[in-house]
C-alpha cells in the first residue's frame, strides 16, 4: 500500500464481468483527469496459449497436477504480480506486457493470437497503477498480492451466471466449442475453490450480480440475462463513513438488505458504480496530493548513552 502510488485492482473469475467494471473505472479516470498505468492480468500467465496446451496434455499424461488452470499457481506467475504492486507503490515505476486473445489484437503487434508482447516499461509519471484480472487479492504461502493494494474491487456474478456468460463469450469470440468449455470450467474447478473465491473476503468493495431469470443449467442457456433481469448486491467490508441515504436517494429502488450491503436493480449498476466507486478514487487521489505535498522531516543523528 502506498499514499504517493496507489494500486487499484479488479479481481473476478473468467466470465465474472469484470472488463464491465473496467469501463466504469476508465470513464472515472477519464472524467478526473486521473491517469492510471493499466494492466491485464491475462499478461501474467506463465504460459502462451500453445504451451497452456502441452501443459495441460504433459500434466494429464504424467498423472500430477490434473488441475493445472489459469485459475491456480501452476500457470500463472504470481510473485510476478505481487512484485510488481510493490515496486510500484515504491517508486511508481515496473514493467507491464500484453496476451493478445484474438487476431484484432495480434495483428497490430505481427504476432500470433494466444502469445505475449515483450515486457516494457510503464508510462512515467501515473496517478495509480490499475489491475483487472483474475488475481488482484490473490494469497498463498509465499504471495501476498491482496496486501499491497490501496483499493480492492471484486466482481462475483452468482456461479450459474457466472458459467452463463463465460460459455458466451468463449465461444462467440474465441472460438471454442461449449464442449470445451464445459471442460475448462471443471478442470479449473479445484483451483477455483482454492484461489478464485478467497480473494472475495479480501476485498474492499465486492460487486455480485444476481439474475432472477432461471439459470438452473448454465450449459444450455441460450441468452445471458439483461441486467434488467437481475439484481445487484454491493458489499462493503468496513461501511464507515459511506453515504447510503445519499446513495439510496440518488439509485431508485434500491434498498439496504444489510448494515454493510447495498441492493440496486441491475439495470442501474453502472450508475451505481461509478456513485460508489468515485468517491473512494477521489479520496485515494488527495492522499496522494498530500503525500507528495509533505514536506521531509528533518532527521538529526543523536548519540545514545548507556546509563
Not at 450459474?160 to 470445451?180: C, F, M, P
Request: with cysteine; net charge positive; glycine share 6%.
Amino acid at each position: 500500500m502506498s499514499a504517493k502510488h496507489p494500486v487499484i485492482a479488479i479481481t473476478g473469475s473468467s466470465g465474472a464481468g469484470t472488463s464491465t467494471v473496467k469501463k466504469s473505472f476508465e470513464h472515472i479516470f477519464r472524467r478526473e483527469s486521473i491517469l492510471a498505468a493499466v494492466i491485464e492480468g491475462d499478461s501474467f500467465h506463465k504460459y502462451d496459449r500453445e504451451e497452456m496446451k502441452k501443459a495441460i496434455q504433459m500434466s494429464e499424461k504424467a498423472g500430477v497436477c490434473e488441475h493445472i488452470s489459469h485459475f491456480g499457481p501452476e500457470a500463472n506467475l504470481f510473485e510476478g504480480i505481487e512484485a510488481l504492486f510493490k515496486c510500484y507503490g515504491e517508486t511508481g515505476t515496473g514493467k507491464r506486457r500484453y496476451y493478445l486473445h484474438n487476431e484484432a489484437e495480434a495483428e497490430p503487434w505481427k504476432q500470433k493470437p494466444g502469445t505475449f508482447t515483450p515486457w516494457e516499461d510503464l508510462p512515467p509519471d501515473t496517478d495509480c497503477l490499475f489491475y483487472e484480472g483474475l488475481h488482484g487479492g490473490v494469497k498463498t504461502e509465499t504471495v501476498d498480492v491482496a496486501r499491497h493494494t490501496d483499493l480492492l474491487v471484486g466482481v462475483v456474478p452468482t456461479v450459474n451466471l457466472e458459467w452463463i456468460q463465460k460459455i458466451h463469450r468463449d465461444t462467440s469470440t474465441r472460438g471454442y466449442s461449449v464442449e470445451a468449455v464445459t471442460q475448462t470450467i471443471l478442470r479449473r474447478m479445484y483451483d477455483y475453490v482454492h484461489y478464485i473465491t478467497p480473494q472475495f473476503s479480501r476485498t474492499h468493495i465486492n460487486f455480485q450480480r444476481v439474475p432472477v431469470v432461471d439459470t438452473s443449467n448454465p450449459f444450455i442457456a441460450r441468452d445471458i440475462p439483461t441486467l434488467d433481469e437481475s439484481f445487484v448486491v454491493i458489499r462493503y467490508r468496513d461501511p464507515h463513513g459511506v453515504d447510503f441515504p445519499y446513495l439510496l436517494t440518488m439509485i431508485h429502488d434500491s434498498f439496504m438488505s444489510r448494515p454493510n450491503c447495498l441492493v440496486v436493480p441491475g439495470g442501474k449498476m453502472e450508475l451505481a458504480m461509478q456513485l460508489v466507486l468515485t468517491p473512494l478514487i477521489l479520496r485515494l487521489m488527495e492522499t496522494r496530493k498530500k503525500a507528495w505535498r509533505r514536506p521531509r522531516r528533518q532527521t538529526t543523528k543523536t548519540a545514545r548513552f548507556g546509563r
